[in-house]
């Protein structure tokens, strides 16, 4: 395959508008995998995905197509070349953008998917920005047209408004009926250029993304920029000097397909001895040992957002934890981790996060795929010290510097009122407000980081109906009047408690704090006093009185086998408790903090 043949796109689209149903399809229509076989959203590989019906991980696979090359299909098969499509999933979540622009870096193409009856939503701005941004050929794609309140003119017009895309380049399409889907990939081939590298150059290609497999190893995904790679090449990592050879190398065809070769403007896998994905730099520039090569432009590092403290449920598990976190970030590089340690939870990790749904599906995949039971500590982000100069080690009013973000929202009209106050209650700064169209909303606010890790998009989805849709960026720091708020337990601060808030917000938010331990703490054989403190001043409390009697003692006398399953289960239960000082804490406690802002 010449480049001129090969056509490397991906789909970008607001989470649920249909980009990997969309996918599906494609697949299909290829006959790449087989029509109505296996489970739908064949790209969602991984259980959270499945479970929360979203794309986490950034998929590729190779097909076929044949087609004249003005883009039309042909009846007459025989004589049509052969085109390879190169087809990457990606992420629609705000949190997953790093996982995008990584996508986007191997395409020169993409399909923007906007449901007809949602129209343009926040998420869809994000993408098409980053597509545009790195000078993709954008092609709309309306789809879900087979909703009986679709509205594709609509759409159509937002999207000339927004983005200045012509009505006259939008496809119809639904990827549930099939409605439209011949003309996606003729205009893929007619409108999308062909990979712009050179066939004779020496071999550059950019690691994409790696995992590890059981039996083959470090897997990576690559594209290949410049010349060609084959089986048996010594390759060099740009970034770390370390000389491999390719031991295999194939396309996904959906599944790992060998080929032997790849040319220049394909993507595909390599399996070349890399003994942890630690070694697989995502971004990095791969060439022939014996040529030195100019390294490709690398990606955005991640930035991590939101961090947060991860313990072993039950503390001698360390180790299985640690194991489990390892073998995790194989697969999710953007996940920062350094062990730490609290004087309430013992030895654990402080892990970075992109955003909130990352920490939670990071923390979801732990449990599922990895057997680990964790606690997470109250989400915190990366705050800046600034200590006020003169005298000594005197310090005084410390100013804190909080990381800001942008963030884009878009809702129906009617809704402007609540959205507003929410955000201002938030601290946010509003910096922009126009409407798409008649009903449709926009706004951008400048919001401290720290005021939408908590629980500020369910919030705002439910003052609108569910209707409100919410994207951000990161931006400067700014300088906020916040103060440290301690967790006692019968005078004991818990670290893993402490949160850092705005002044203003002390007294509600130490209030409800304490109530929502009361709540979830059980009566113990002592009395417990729950406290919540600035420093040495209690601005809240509570006391849970003693039990009066041993409730085991009194129930269970006789049968020694159901004492012993009793106890069992009752072990069982332990795991996810935590003891500090002496007071036994349920995990669900440490859950129900990070839900309070
Ligand atoms: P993604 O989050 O963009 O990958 O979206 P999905 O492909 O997971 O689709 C989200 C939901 O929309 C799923 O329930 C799909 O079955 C549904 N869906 C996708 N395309 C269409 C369509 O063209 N018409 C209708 N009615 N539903 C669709
Ligand atoms: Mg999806």
Redesign the pocket.
């Known amino acids: 395959y010449s480049p001129e043949r090969i056509r490397n796109f991906s ?1 970008i ?12 399809r494609l697949l299909e229509l290829t006959g790449t995998i087989k029509r109505g076989h296996g489970q ?2 064949y790209l ?1 590989k991984l259980q959270v995905e499945r479970e929360r ?3 986490v991980k950034a998929q590729t696979a190779t097909m076929f197509h044949k087609c004249n090359h003005n883009g039309s299909n042909t009846n007459d098969v025989d004589k049509a070349p052969t085109f390879l499509l190169n087809l990457i ?1 990606t992420p ?1 979540h705000v949190d997953f953008s790093y996982e995008v622009s990584r996508s986007l870096a191997a395409c020169q193409g993409a399909l923007l ?1 906007v ?2 009856v949602q129209g343009v939503q926040a998420q869809t701005v994000a993408n098409f920005y980053l597509a545009f941004e790195s000078n993709l050929a954008i092609i709309p794609v309306i ?5 009986p309140t679709a509205d594709p003119d609509r759409v159509k017009a937002q999207l000339k408004s927004m983005f200045d895309l012509e009505p006259s380049e939008c496809l119809l ?5 099939g ?1 439209g889907l011949e003309q996606v990939l003729p205009s893929v081939i007619d409108r999308i250029p062909h990979p712009p590298g050179n066939t004779s150059s020496p071999l550059r290609m950019l690691l994409l993304d790696s995992y590890y497999d059981e039996y083959k190893g470090v897997i990576c995904h690559v594209a290949i920029v410049d010349g060609m790679l084959c089986k048996g090449d010594k390759i060099s990592s740009a970034a770390t000097g370390y000389t491999y050879e390719v031991a295999d190398v194939g396309i996904m065809h959906p599944e790992l397909t060998p080929t032997g070769v790849l040319l220049t403007g394909q993507v595909g896998y390599i399996v070349s001895g890399m003994r942890s994905t630690k070694e697989a730099r995502v971004g990095d520039t791969l060439h022939h040992n014996r040529f030195s090569v100019e390294p490709l432009p690398g990606f955005k590092p991640a930035r991590h957002m939101v961090f947060s403290g991860l313990y072993p449920a039950d503390g001698s598990d360390f180790e299985a934890l640690n194991h489990a976190i390892e073998r995790l970030t194989c697969n999710d590089a953007s996940v920062s981790v350094t062990k730490e340690s609290s004087s309430a939870l013992g030895l654990g990790f402080r892990c970075g996060f992109l955003g909130l749904l990352h920490m939670d599906v990071f923390h979801q995949r732990l449990e599922q795929e990895h057997g680990a039971h964790v606690i997470s500590t109250v989400p915190t982000v990366p705050y800046i010290f600034e200590y006020s100069d003169g005298s000594k080690v005197q310090v005084q009013n410390p100013a804190i510097w909080e990381p800001t973000v942008l963030a884009t929202i878009i809702f129906p009209s009617e809704y402007v009122g609540p959205v507003i106050t929410l955000c201002s209650e938030r601290r946010g700064q509003q910096l922009e407000y126009s409407f798409m169209d008649s009903q449709r909303a926009f706004m951008k606010y400048r919001l401290p980081l720290r005021e939408i890790v908590v629980d500020f998009y369910n919030e705002l989805k439910s003052i609108t109906s569910g209707y409100a849709s919410f994207d951000y960026e990161d931006s400067d720091y700014q300088e906020s009047d916040l103060v440290k708020l301690d967790i006692l337990l019968n005078g004991q601060a818990v670290d893993a408690m402490s949160t850092i808030v705005h002044k203003l917000k002390a007294q509600r938010v130490g209030r409800e704090l304490v109530d929502k331990l009361k709540k979830f703490i059980d009566r113990q054989m002592f009395e417990i006093t729950i406290q919540a403190a600035i420093g040495t001043k209690v601005i809240a409390r509570e006391t849970i009185s003693a039990m009066r009697k041993n409730v085991l003692a009194k129930c269970y006398g006789g049968d020694v086998t159901r004492k012993k399953k009793l106890l069992e289960k009752q072990k069982e239960g332990k795991k996810r408790m935590k003891r500090i000082g002496s007071v036994d804490i349920p995990q669900e406690a440490f859950h129900e903090l990070l839900k309070v802002s």
């Open positions: 789909i689209a607001h989470v649920d508008h249909g980009k990997s149903t969309l996918a599906d739908p959203q969602d019906g979203i794309t999933d629609g998917v449901d007809a789809n879900k047209i087979d909703q399409t639904s990827a549930k009926t409605l």
